[in-house]
């Protein structure tokens, strides 16, 4: 089964306006009232779609922030069923201080074609390459940065790894620095880090490190359709996340999810940007238009670009 091409456009216009309605508070120190607005438009707007959708990743737990919560129905209860991953504000602290990077995000798959997750941390990796034992979860930072230099055929100083610059990636990025890997250090938006290896001209041949665990579904989706590698393996610290954990179904507390075991089937993915990063520019306001860039992938058909739309603001 596809995802008919029509809800392309319907999707790039969720997350243009979510981005809009996030991109009034750029700067404002309130990355509360930033979230909401997000939440609050992507909400409506999906609401007015003639889909039957649910929320399956959805965002807030952690942050005790406006939610999309996991489990909400969303939609005119007519037309397909879709599985509904959102980050309405990807990066909030970037939208709070004026900072690039920060994204309104969104992904769709045919009913139970998209991982369940709860709002937890994720070890995970991504690469360009999707052959197996090339790089995993399970090898060492030497073994994966040896195989991959290996496989690129280039010099470890030829390699850039993008990690979240975090203080639980103090031993990583030390390995790093000894092997003498380039360092694309981020402070947040753990989507477009993932997605850095999608082209080459980002220059980032791994990703890797702890971060969300939504954040690595929504990134998954898109990898997917640029036929790159991926891993995650959740992490369940408290007894509260494993009581979670269990009634979402996930009885294997430790297992490691290959690429197509989190997304599988066909997949719409799109982030527009509230602020200018790597992946996308920024919403730009003049009178009463604005323009909005959003990545956009849709797997069957192959489609990988970025849209640029120019919009009457409502």
Do not use: W
């Amino acid at each position: 089964m596809t995802i008919d091409k029509n809800f392309i456009d319907k999707f790039v216009n969720i997350t243009s306006k979510a981005a809009l309605a996030s991109s009034y508070l750029v700067g404002k120190k309130d990355k509360i009232a930033a979230d909401k607005a997000a939440v609050d438009s992507m909400r409506s707007e999906l609401n007015n779609l003639e889909i039957k959708g649910q929320i399956v990743i959805g965002e807030g737990e952690l942050d005790e922030a406006p939610m999309l919560y996991i489990g909400e129905k969303l939609g005119t209860n007519h037309g397909p069923e879709f599985d509904i991953a959102v980050d309405p504000l990807e990066g909030t602290n970037f939208v709070s201080n004026n900072l690039p990077g920060a994204l309104s995000v969104i992904a769709i798959a045919e009913k139970n074609n998209l991982f369940k997750a709860p709002e937890t941390y994720m070890e995970k990796i991504s690469t360009k390459v999707k052959e197996k034992n090339v790089v995993d979860l399970d090898f060492s930072v030497k073994q994966n940065i040896s195989n991959l230099s290996d496989y690129l055929n280039k010099n470890p100083e030829n390699l850039t790894a993008c990690i979240l610059d975090r203080p639980r990636h103090k031993n990583i990025i030390e390995e790093l620095k000894k092997l003498k890997v380039n360092l694309k250090l981020i402070t947040d938006g753990d989507v477009s880090g993932a997605l850095l290896v999608t082209e080459e001209k980002y220059n980032v041949d791994i990703f890797l490190g702890i971060g969300g665990g939504p954040e690595g579904v929504l990134a998954a989706a898109a990898l997917d359709a640029f036929n790159c590698g991926f891993q995650g393996r959740f992490i369940f610290d408290t007894e509260d996340d494993k009581i979670r954990a269990n009634k979402m179904g996930i009885k294997n507390l430790t297992k490691k999810y290959e690429l197509n075991e989190i997304v599988s089937g066909d997949s719409i993915f799109c982030a527009s940007g509230i602020t200018s990063g790597d992946l996308v520019s920024g919403i730009q306001i003049n009178d009463n238009e604005f323009i909005s860039e959003t990545l956009v992938t849709h797997k069957s058909s192959g489609l990988k670009k970025v849209i640029k739309l120019k919009q009457k603001i409502e």
